[in-house]
């Protein structure tokens, strides 16, 4: 690894954090680091920010995310958010689901590596994951697409009055006004953003919270919705 790609020590933040944790979250940093390059999942320069830009970032999304709920990490690429939220979350069964075969790959040698029992890894697209995955109660993302289509995706995954939790940066009230109409269709009751990761991060996450209400998806979804659950009633 150059002097560029250089990954330096964990900060002080991480090690509060992660908490007992902590060794897999530095083991994880490394994999990212090398394998991570390697196989094309995050960029070269994105190696000396990992802790602050990429982990940290993530893990304090578990600040917004109620206690022993089901998860699915939409779009979970190298593993952001879903693997440091696992670390720093062991009360969650987390679903990463991520649509390419290389990322699955190696999704799947981080939580035989790190030991993540509560977390699965699913490789298909969230829009044909209705019927096929049990709903959850959060969905997460990050750096996944623009809001109306991010809430395309992942609302339909969504258990009723559930709520997906999508890291963003500064444009975060702006996508959620550019989207009101599409969330609405959805089956959105109420929109917020919010900062995490005081004191832990700075400047602080920006998280997009979308909440549902009795039907995730909205009208558009309940017929599918419907239609997916009708084979499983045959089976019995």
């Known amino acids: 690894m150059s002097e560029a790609e250089e990954l330096p020590p964990a900060p002080q933040e991480a090690h509060t954090v992660f908490g007992e944790f ?135 995954l969504l258990r009723p009055y559930g709520e997906m939790l999508a890291l963003k940066g500064d444009t975060a009230e702006e996508e959620i006004q550019s989207a009101r109409a599409a969330l609405s269709k959805l089956g959105v009751v109420r929109t917020s953003v919010l900062q995490v990761g005081e004191g832990v991060v700075d400047p602080m996450s920006t998280v997009v919270r979308v909440e549902v209400g009795e039907s995730p998806g909205g009208v558009r979804f309940a017929a599918k919705r419907a239609k997916a659950a009708r084979p499983s009633r045959r089976r019995r």
């Open 22 to 156: 902590f060794p897999e979250a530095v083991r994880y940093a490394e994999l990212l680091a090398d394998a991570g390059v390697k196989r094309g999942l995050i960029g070269p320069r994105e190696v000396p920010r990992l802790w602050e830009r990429h982990l940290l970032n993530c893990a304090v999304l578990s600040e917004v995310v109620p206690e022993g709920v089901t998860v699915c990490d939409v779009g979970s690429g190298a593993g952001l958010p879903g693997i440091p939220l696992a670390l720093v979350r062991p009360d969650l069964k987390i679903t990463l689901l991520e649509p390419l075969l290389r990322r699955t790959n190696f999704l799947q040698e981080i939580v035989e590596l790190l030991g993540l029992d509560h977390v699965t890894v699913v490789r298909g697209r969230a829009e044909e994951m209705l019927g096929k995955l049990p709903p959850v109660h959060v969905v997460t993302a990050r750096a996944v697409a623009p809001l109306d289509r991010l809430a395309g995706w992942g609302v339909p």
